[in-house]
């Protein structure tokens, strides 16, 4: 079929755009950058007064009134935590998790990636009412990560590029319990009862074989995500044990799936060699078609649908406009004296320095005392790549700074040195992993 120009000049482009492995990271990038000029720039108090326009949603005096960002952090980036828990949980049942010998060499290397940029960070800002930030440095991004690995092409074999995905998927995993345990100030029992409740029955629903994913949606967002979020614990654990809630089991298996696909592909032959020709042929074939639609959809897990359906929203509209409404630091006369402060150092030791020194050492020492092995064709000189990218925090860093801090100061001096050490941690180990891998 003839494209039209409207497909070759405009559609196709964004298509293969949104396929790319890098073009989250770059996408990332693009809203930074921009929300820094715009910080900086004539319209940088309107940029900021923008963020705090009051939206109010309810009716008669059930109302939630929260500001713009707020409502990006607490409620859009709630999607990306949904999509967190969905991977979590796959991974857990299916893939690098799912095999303890195998998951155990990246969950440690995460575990000691989390451990001492916190460690580190605490030592700069011991005594010191900033020392709510140690969670800052615990995160790595991994839309950055894994973009800068596919930079490198086909010098990084797909084996490292899962070892980083495991470690980043472990790493978020320890992320969600941070903000669940130590960034939850009050919490009212009576909402979180709730919020168990509605939990309980999405999990009965999966368990009874439920796959209607209107009903999850009413259920997860109108009772759990709801719930939690007025108990105090922050909203985005409700997406993540929604998530876990998820049917990942198929309505049509795979054998029955091929038999069904066989008969199909049959009648639709049959069809087309009928002599009569007219609109009811064309239905006949038409509905045949559909058929086959219906059988797919039945036949793939509604976790693998939802999953894909909401990652290109989630990688190109969620994450770039988080970015762009969190990052817009307005440089001043103190701004260069901000990266000699506790909160930038021990955020910017925590991660580059931390996150090195935790992941390489947790993984030698459990290739060391015979725990694990490298997975295939991955050599121990990748492990310090590894170790240097997975110092970019970026977007969970942010995540948690908004959590962390609410002094403007701080939340400066913070984003000052997650940019910093992003910056510095990707260039480094594209070089690294370049330069050794050539």
Known sequence: MRKSGLDIYFLLPIKNFIEKQTSVGLSLIIATVLALIIANSPLANAYHAFWKQEIFIGINDLVISKNLLHWINDGLMSMFFFLVGLELKKEIMFGELSNIKIAILPVAAAIGGMLFPALIYFLFNY?????????????????????????????????????????????????VLVIAFFYTEQISLQSLGIGVFFLLILLAANYIGIRNMLFYAVMGIGGLWLAIMLSGIHATIAAVLAAFAIPNNKKVHTPLFLRKVKLLSYTIRDQLRKPEKGLKKQEEITDTIEKFSLLTQDATPPLQRLEHALNPFVSFIVLPLFAFANAGVSFHEHSLSYLVQPVSLGILAGLILGKFIGIVLFTRLMLFFGISSLPKEVRLNDIYGIGLLGAIGFTMSLFITDLAFESEIYLDQAKIGIFTASLLAGIAGYLFLKNTRD
Do not use: E, H, Q
């Not at 010191?128 to 092409?153: E, K, R």
């Not at 797909?158 to 472990?170: D, E, M, N, Q």
């Open 127 to 175: 005594g010191s009412d900033s020392i709510s930030g140690w969670g800052i440095p615990m995160a790595t991004d991994i839309a950055f990560a894994l973009g800068i690995l596919y930079l490198l092409n086909d010098t990084i074999p797909v084996s490292l590029k899962v070892f980083l995905t495991a470690i980043a998927i472990a790493d978020d995993m320890g992320a």
